[in-house]
């Protein structure tokens, strides 16, 4: 029987990386599984953010040639559905790239539009895609698939150039899921105006569709882009 409890190994580790680079924040994880693997919720501002996750294990050493071990930091391998992108809800997708030898985990971290957008341009409009990261030493990420020899070895000597490859710019970048998590000054107003009104279970994007006495479920309010029940990943 599968414990009800238990995450998904890629998941917990990247959540562990999103407590240690968003300090601020609690993480869920769903009961169901519709989509969404974690939310993230801002415990200032208590608006939220839904994650989904792939993780790879690193191929580098069991499946690539020789040459290109000396300039490539771990090489990643996903297979995802076109259709499960382009009907994604999450806010993000986080594809994990583990580097074997370092026992390190780097992320690349971008929106489902924008990931899709990128695979129509480099594999057209297949629904089952074959998808190869090659993350170099020079902490520079592309989409490989399909390349040719003479392309890979540009990708290992740092001189390959390609808009749509080239996801460099979304290596261990943060910055979109914290533009999510901000909030201005007038909900900050909002915000401690709903706390000194004392409301029970409410919410400033709406009130929680939890009952107050299970404090181990997950603050889904009215409003939210997540469709799923939530249960708390760590206290903090």
């Known amino acids: 029987m599968k414990p009800f409890y238990t995450i998904n190994a890629g998941e917990f580790m990247v959540g562990r990386l999103i407590e240690k680079n968003l300090p601020n924040v609690s993480l869920w994880f769903p009961a169901k599984d519709d989509g969404d693997d974690i939310l993230i919720m801002d415990r200032t501002t208590r608006r939220i953010c839904t994650v989904q996750i792939k993780v790879s294990r ?44 370092l026992s390190s985990l780097s992320l690349i ?13 480099i594999h057209g409009d297949a629904e089952r895609l074959q998808s190869y990261f090659w993350l170099t030493k020079t902490m520079k990420v592309f989409e490989a698939r399909g390349l040719d020899k003479t392309e890979k070895m540009q990708i290992v000597d740092d001189s390959f150039s390609h808009d749509h490859r080239d996801f460099s710019n979304y290596l261990n970048d943060w910055a979109g899921i914290k533009a999510q998590l901000k909030a201005d000054e007038a909900h900050l107003r909002e915000t401690k105006n709903t706390e000194q009104a004392d409301a029970p279970n409410y919410h400033a ?19 939210s882009r997540s469709s799923g029940t939530f249960a708390k990943l760590k206290g903090n």
């Open 58 to 101: 690193d191929y580098l050493a069991t499946h690539m040639d020789e040459m290109y071990h000396k300039d490539l930091k771990c090489c990643g391998w996903f297979t995802p559905q076109r259709s499960k992108i382009e009907s994604s809800k999450s806010d993000f997708w986080i594809l994990g790239l583990h580097t074997y030898e």
């Open 109 to 121: 971290i971008l929106t489902p539009s924008e990931l899709l957008r990128r695979y129509t341009a």
């Open 205 to 223: 994007f709406g009130t929680f569709v939890t009952d107050p006495a299970e404090a181990g479920s997950a603050p889904k309010a009215s409003g």
